[in-house]
Structure formats: structure tokens, C-alpha cells
Nanobody, 125 residues
Framework: QVLLVESGGGLVQAGGSLRLSCVGS????????MGWFRQAPGKEREFVAA?????????YYVDSVKGRFTISRDNAKNTVFLQMKDLKPEDSGVYYC?????????????????WGQGTQVTVSS
């Protein structure tokens, strides 16, 4: 069983920055593809970014965050990060990290096996 714990969310003004962290335990972290998703009230969980444990074809972002968000991982610390800059109100939501024991990056949330509890990001205009 893999346990994921997110942190780093908060309230920030538009144009500001936040850095989210997701720490994993209970599994072989370096062999998991890790993804960040977000969910706004009344909406479905949306793919944001993912990074494979293989360098080939990694990382991958949804178009709306390209150039503003950066996903990275530190396998020695079992941690994946999401650096977010130039935040916009539409970036608000609960951010979740997910893990899948496979090499391929996918954007479908149902393909991720393990999830954290989420961290709230609120961007004010």
C-alpha cells in the first residue's frame, strides 16, 4: 500500500507562486509515474502534469499550465513537486497527486492507483 501526502497549498494573489509537495511511502517510489491533478467545486478531476520514472517522454503538462508550472521529483526523498508560478484564479482547486506503477504517462485519473488527500490552492483576483 502506497501512502501519498500533499502539502504546500494556500491562498495567493493572481500572479503569485506556490510549490506543492507530495511525499510517498510504502512502495517503490522510483518506479511510479507520478501525476498532479486538480478539482474545482462541481467539476471533474483534471490532469495538470505528470512525470515518469523514465526520462523518455517526461514530463508532460496540460496546455493551460505550460510555461507556468514545473513538475519534478526527488526519488531519494520519495517526493514529487509542482512549482506553480504566474497563478491565475482558474488554477484554484484541490490539488491531488497520484501514483501509477507503470512507465507511461497518462492523463486519465482512473489510470492512477494511489492518491493523496489533496491540498487546497486558492488564487484570488
Amino acid at each position: 500500500q502506497v501512502l501519498l501526502v500533499e502539502s504546500g497549498g494556500g491562498l495567493v494573489q493572481a500572479g503569485g507562486s506556490l510549490r506543492l509537495s507530495c511525499v510517498g511511502s510504502g512502495g517503490t517510489f522510483r518506479r511510479y509515474t507520478m501525476g498532479w491533478f486538480r478539482q474545482a467545486p462541481g467539476k471533474e478531476r483534471e490532469f495538470v502534469a505528470a512525470i515518469s520514472w523514465s526520462v523518455i517522454g517526461s514530463p508532460y503538462y496540460v496546455d493551460s499550465v505550460k510555461g507556468r508550472f514545473t513538475i519534478s521529483r526527488d526519488n531519494a526523498k520519495n517526493t514529487v513537486f509542482l512549482q506553480m508560478k504566474d497563478l491565475k484564479p482558474e488554477d484554484s482547486g484541490v490539488y491531488y497527486c497520484g501514483a501509477r506503477p507503470a512507465i507511461a504517462i497518462v492523463t486519465d485519473a482512473s489510470e492512477y492507483t494511489y492518491w493523496g488527500q489533496g491540498t487546497q490552492v486558492t488564487v484570488s483576483s
